[in-house]
């Protein structure tokens, strides 16, 4: 990585984490994972704010960083809606903002089972230039990452995607599951992915004291997720996978970090991606936003 390159990272991450811990805000508690999807819903009128970025080097590409911005709102205990912002920087190319994803969760059955079911479906608008990587499905791999801006920029992927997310807890660990299916509105067979993952804190009980460093605060973990081919090539055969341990750090203002270093592990992958994230929520949101509304009219 070059010098400038090098700076500019630190100085973005630097800005984004100083501004958050300053904001008096509550915990999202959404664990440490990036990919994978838990069963836990936003809770009804609160809205979440984040960003999540991903970083890495293709063999034989150039070094990219991309970048989704998150507003996340619960809209009923077992609704969660979220519109995602994707955006993108490749070193000696360009940097670009790549489209946007509007997602709905469903929780399917009200309380904690053994086993929880969640439907979700996403609508996407990008181009081919999207280094958000929020998935891997098909076929994805590292040399769709080494295409140029200009070239990849100028595809449309306009694509319905649906994930059956299945999570559980036990004695303190929380276990999920995801299946993901995806396809072009157009054109193109269904392509299907996965994620797997498994979290639990350092400490169930929480001290009576605020503290920072407290063991209670920290999640760890790990996921691995990849690519299961299309509907007529189904399987491993010619498809990436990734290994990620996971670490999320909530302070006691409530804003919560996230770092994940991601490891390739067959040959169609990228040798290494690092994710950074950083979120907050506000608390009933919605109750304060109708309240303003009926004051101002």
């Known amino acids: 990585m070059d010098s400038n390159w090098s700076r500019a990272i630190r100085l973005v991450v630097f800005a984004t984490i100083a501004w958050f811990s300053l904001s008096p805000v509550c915990a999202a508690g959404e664990g440490p994972f990036f990919i994978t999807y838990t069963h836990q819903m936003e809770e009804p009128g609160n809205l979440e704010f984040g960003t999540n970025s991903v970083t890495g080097k293709p063999n034989s590409g150039d070094r990219f960083l991309g970048t989704t911005a998150e507003l996340e709102y619960g809209v009923k205990a077992w609704w969660t809606s979220e519109l995602y912002f994707d955006g993108q920087t490749t070193a000696g190319q360009s940097s670009l903002f790549t489209g946007y994803r509007w997602e709905n969760r469903f929780r399917l059955v009200p309380g904690e089972h053994w086993i929880n079911p969640v439907l979700y479906f996403e609508f996407e608008n990008i181009n081919g230039a999207d280094r958000s990587l929020l998935e891997i499905v098909n076929h994805d791999g590292n040399d769709d990452l080494r295409e140029l801006n200009v070239v990849t920029r100028l595809e449309k992927k306009r694509e319905l995607e649906a994930k059956l997310i ?17 396809k072009n509105v157009k054109h193109k067979p269904f392509e299907f992915g996965y994620a797997v993952g498994i979290s639990r804190p350092l400490a169930f009980a929480a001290r009576a004291e605020r503290c ?27 498809t990436s996978h990734y290994i990620a341990p996971t670490v999320a750090w909530t302070f006691t203002n409530g804003t919560t970090l996230k770092v994940s270093p991601g490891f390739g592990v067959t040959e169609n992958s990228t040798g290494y991606l690092l994710r950074f994230g950083v979120g907050y929520e506000i608390a009933q949101f ?9 004051e101002g009219r």
């Open 166 to 182: 299945l999570g559980s807890y036990y004695k303190g660990w929380t276990i999920a599951e995801n299946f993901i299916a995806e």
């Open 212 to 238: 920072n460093f407290c063991r209670e605060n920290f999640q760890v973990g790990v996921e691995m997720y990849g690519g299961l081919g299309t509907y007529g090539q189904f399987g491993l055969r010619g």
């Open 286 to 294: 919605g109750r304060a936003a109708r309240t303003l509304f009926h």
